[in-house]
């Protein structure tokens, strides 16, 4: 069974940075790429970085380029970590942060969709003050 466990959320002040982790575990993810959304209080979920399986391909949405880093650290084919450094933080990144596993191994502008994503772990808070 698949399992997605963020964490690293929390409160902080506008300017300043979290790191999101993402422990995925119980199947091959083997080129399955990883991506983070966020979602507000009354706004659709929104796609907010992606990564390749080997690390070597990224993609960020506009609003947190530059400010955002993700990562992963393939510890084996059915484990991994995947990171979400976020710095220069703004009252407007105010969500809860998803973490998600593809359906399937392609790499492209598809996986900017939620509907790539067969699966989600259950969210962490992050919350930026003025």
């Known amino acids: 069974q698949v399992q997605l466990v963020e964490s690293g959320g929390g409160l902080v002040q506008a300017g300043g940075s979290l790191r999101l982790s993402c422990a995925a575990s119980g199947r091959t993810f083997t080129m399955y790429a990883t991506g983070w959304f966020r ?7 929104e796609f907010v970085a992606a990564i390749s399986w080997s690390g070597t391909f990224t993609d960020y949405a506009d609003s947190v380029k530059g400010r955002f880093t993700i990562s992963r650290d393939n510890a084996k084919s059915t484990a991994y ?7 220069s933080l703004k009252p407007e990144d105010t969500a809860v942060y998803y973490c998600a596993s593809p359906s399937r ?3 492209g502008s598809s996986l900017r969709s939620p509907q790539e994503y067969g699966y989600w772990g259950q969210g962490t808070q992050v919350t930026v003050s003025p």
């Open 39 to 45: 979602q507000a209080p009354g706004k659709e979920r």
């Open 81 to 87: 970590t995947a990171y979400l450094q976020m710095n």
């Open 105 to 107: 191994t392609n790499w």
